[in-house]
């Protein structure tokens, strides 16, 4: 190692303070949301040699690729100018490159959202597994070859389960549990029929385990309907 990078690496801030701070606190999780010099709230995960940092809005790395929020934003924008200058989306595609990276920003929405479910963030749960659901929607109307949809298109019923889930939790909140089924309703219905599509046989689709995770929320969204107790009249 030279010299220039051994002076690079003694010029960062050790963490070393921070994760012994976050350590000693018996009931700080692996999870917490903070808010950062910026201003704005941040997420930052525990892991075993330090911790990773996400922005809890926006891109969660912070960036914005061509001035816009995402990838997702910027593709979109291109069709929409595409659409506008030829009057149709005949001829829009996407190479491997960009499906490519669309994949790998959608890779750090998953990684934000899941945390923001331990974190009971609902509404940014929702709000992130519904960005996944739209990159699958560009990917698969406008990928140039059927691989590259298809490498993000298995992961639309994870997805749809985790974006149900978010709304249904949306919904329990302001104790709408009839509006939580329904969420949970429309989602079995919706993989169900993504499976048929993709021709899943009927023994593949009783082990499909968003299926099931939807079926048993279901059953714990009634137990807690029937545990309220009803209002006194008088």
């Not at 960062?12 to 018996?26: H, N, S, T, Y």
């Not at 330090?50 to 593709?75: M, N, V």
């Not at 945390?115 to 960005?131: I, N, V």
């Not at 949970?184 to 082990?207: C, G, P, V």
């Amino acid at each position: 190692m030279s010299e220039e990078n051994i002076e690079e690496i003694e010029g960062v801030e050790d963490i070393g303070p921070l994760l012994k701070e976050w350590d000693a606190e018996p009931d700080s999780g692996a999870i917490r949301k903070i808010v950062g010099a910026n201003g704005r709230e941040k997420i930052q995960i525990r892991i075993q040699f330090g911790l990773l940092q996400l922005e809890a809005d926006g891109r969660p790395d912070g960036k914005r690729p061509y001035g816009q929020e995402s990838l997702l934003e910027h593709f979109a924008s291109l069709l929409k100018d595409y659409i506008a200058k030829y009057e149709t989306d005949e001829g829009f595609d996407l190479d491997s490159h960009d499906c490519e990276r669309l994949s790998e920003e959608s890779m750090q929405y998953y990684h934000r959202y899941v945390s923001l479910f331990e974190l009971k963030d609902y509404r940014r749960a929702e709000r992130d597994t519904a960005r996944n659901l739209r990159a699958l929607d560009l990917v698969k109307r406008y990928a140039e070859h059927e691989d590259d949809a298809f490498s993000l298109e298995q992961y639309r019923p994870y997805i749809k389960m985790m974006n149900a889930r978010a709304k249904a939790y949306i919904c329990m909140e302001s104790n709408d549990y009839a509006g939580a089924i329904e969420k949970i309703n429309e989602a079995i219905e919706s993989i169900t029929n993504f499976y048929r599509e993709n021709e899943t046989d009927d023994k593949q689709l009783e082990e499909s385990p968003e299926l099931s995770v939807l079926n048993l929320m279901i059953k714990e969204i009634r137990d807690k309907w029937e545990g309220i107790e009803p209002e006194d009249d008088d």
